[in-house]
């Protein structure tokens, strides 16, 4: 069993920047990929960046050329860089690790969310 804990969330206004990180309590290495996600009040649960152990990254449209995720194995820890950010971007934000198997995720293991707010 992993642990992930997330931190670095808070207030910002439109056009600043955070980075959020995600700290496990054992190794991440061997999760075949690790990812943020959000979910904005009154939606779904949406995807905004995954990392695989091979460092291959994929972004959604709306955060592509704006967040940069990024991982560290020797500290175990996952970081998300949010730059421009914009009052869309609020909501709470959750780490994941998983496995992979036949190309669906699997052993999936989620943080506690860190909130992001990003209002004037």
């Known amino acids: 069993q992993v642990q992930l804990v997330e931190s670095g969330g808070g207030l910002v206004q439109p056009g600043g920047s955070l980075r959020l990180a995600c700290a496990a309590s054992?190794?991440?290495?061997?999760?075949?990929?690790s990812g943020w996600y959000r979910q904005a009040p009154g939606k779904q649960r949406e995807l905004v960046a995954t990392?695989?152990?091979?460092?291959?990254?994929n972004y959604a449209d709306s955060v592509k050329g704006r967040f940069t995720i990024s991982r560290d194995n020797a500290k175990n820890t996952v970081y998300l860089q949010m730059n421009s950010l914009k009052p869309e971007d609020t909501a709470p934000y959750y780490c994941?690790?998983?496995?992979?198997?036949?190309?669906?995720?699997?052993?999936?293991?989620w943080g506690q969310g860190t909130q992001v707010t990003v209002s004037s």
């Open positions: 994941t690790v998983y496995q992979v198997r036949s190309g669906l995720p699997t052993s999936r293991h």
């Open positions: 054992g190794s991440i290495f061997r999760f075949d990929a």
């Open positions: 990392i695989t152990s091979g460092g291959a990254t």
